[in-house]
């Protein structure tokens, strides 16, 4: 089975960037899309960005503004999130997922989840 590690969230004040690492372990990565979704308290899980391993084709949400980035280093079984001006309403959970078939800003269409990082962005 997959796993998924993720690392890089923390404490920042608004105006700051971060960069969210996840490391896959468990099978070939180049067989997967991986996505990070997030989650703050009492609000539904929502995809900030998913990508191909073959051919790096990406994914954003309508709403996206353009702060967030993408990128996956294939020798390393790796996907970044770039963040950058980070504002307070970013502050949630970011989690790590991946599936075998296809691009997709839907949460039930992944079936492997890492365990979360905490992003919290000072006013």
């Known amino acids: 089975q997959v796993q998924l590690v993720e690392s890089g969230g923390g404490l920042v004040q608004a105006g700051d960037s971060l960069r969210l690492s996840c490391v896959a372990s468990g099978g070939p990565s180049s067989t997967y899309v991986m996505a990070w979704f997030r989650q703050a308290p009492g609000k539904e899980r929502e995809i900030v960005a998913a990508?191909?391993?073959?051919?790096?084709?990406?994914y954003y949400p309508d709403s996206d503004s353009g702060r967030f980035t993408i990128s996956r280093i294939n020798t390393k079984n790796t996907v970044y999130l770039q963040m950058n001006n980070l504002k307070p309403e970013d502050t949630a959970v970011y989690y790590c997922?991946?599936?075998?078939?296809?691009?997709?800003?839907?949460?039930?269409?992944?079936?492997?989840w890492g365990q979360g990082t905490q992003v919290t962005v000072s006013s």
């Open positions: 997922a991946a599936n075998e078939r296809e691009l997709s800003g839907i949460s039930d269409d992944y079936d492997y």
């Open positions: 990508i191909s391993w073959i051919g790096g084709s990406t």
